[in-house]
């Protein structure tokens, strides 16, 4: 048995939990469950062949970091999924493509003993590859058109909420200090040792993995908004090697959801706020002007302005991208 002390079972069971505190509020309850089941059975998957294939020789808290980064990669890439609007029926061989390459991608860089950045740097990079692969290959055998493909590989719920992080400036209210020193990394039994996820250095070194993977000069100007100390504070967590590592994946992923709570709404991206923009333009054209302008309009368009001329919202496209197509028919007309 590789990994004797890993108890996968309850580490699942716990990552798949807290998963339930950070699925998007807009999902509905089927989208909710799939999210935190897909996370849930994937992470117990690879957590058992890591603790009992003979085989393979993880210790136990490489065993914890593989399982955390293919639970990480789960609930971000089956948001993904169900934001796409690719129907259900194609999630399931979407996902597990994902976490095949990503135990693959896993298994050969931590057998190599490459530098944890590295590791992490090149299992997105595969996990981006393989998701358009797949949505690519749905295109190819007719399951999806051509824009719905373009649309499902433009999402990114890591993306997501680091704009989000930029619309707000500022990380969260500030909070006391909570001591100098970095969180730990996961240990043996399966828990992590870390700051109170409401210490506001383990939210700016969170900000810090986010900020890593974005173009720089997005970072600079997102940092001028910041307090001076706290953007020197981030700056040095940028800094650190294994910062993903020592933050760890379920505490990142509960200090982005507070992060997000605390930010001001967008009452521009609410469902009544849209349906009321595409009346108040449609009302100003006759039934057949309106067929006219959206001749060239796909399906999914002409159906989001028709039910908002009823009142009623088209719940098949996303509130940001039927603001967009509002600000696109205002444009247009």
Known sequence: MAAPDFDYENFAQ????????????????????YVINTLGNFAMLSGQTLAQ????NF??????????????????????????GIPQQYWDPVMQKIAYTIFEIAKQTFSQGLPHDKILE??????????TEAITELKDKGAIDEGLMEYAASQSNMDRMAQEMQQGGQPGAPMPEAGGSMPAVPNSSGGVDFPKVDSK?????????????????KVQTILNKFDPEDAQTVIKYMKVPDLAQRVGTANALRCLQEIKTNLPKNTELTPNHVILRLKKIASKYSSKEIDTILIRERIG??????????GKYYDKVPPKVASIVATHLSDSV
Do not use: G
């Not at 294939?53 to 393979?56: I, K, S």
């Not at 090149?122 to 998701?131: M, Q, S």
């Not at 368009?301 to 009823?310: C, D, G, Q, S, Y």
């Open 14 to 33: 716990n990552l798949a939990a807290q998963a339930q505190e950070l699925v998007p509020q807009d999902f509905n309850d089927n989208q909710k469950q």
């Open 201 to 217: 250095v383990l939210k700016l070194a969170t900000v810090a993995m986010l900020f890593k993977k974005m173009n720089q000069n």
């Open 122 to 131: 090149l299992i997105e990079h595969h996990v981006k590859k393989a998701y």
């Open 301 to 310: 368009v002409k159906r989001l302005v028709f039910n908002a001329i009823e």
């Open 53 to 56: 294939d003979p085989n393979l």
């Open 59 to 84: 210790n136990t808290d490489q065993a914890i970091t593989i399982t955390q980064i293919i639970a990480e990669w789960s609930f971000h890439k089956s948001v993904d999924l169900i934001r796409s």
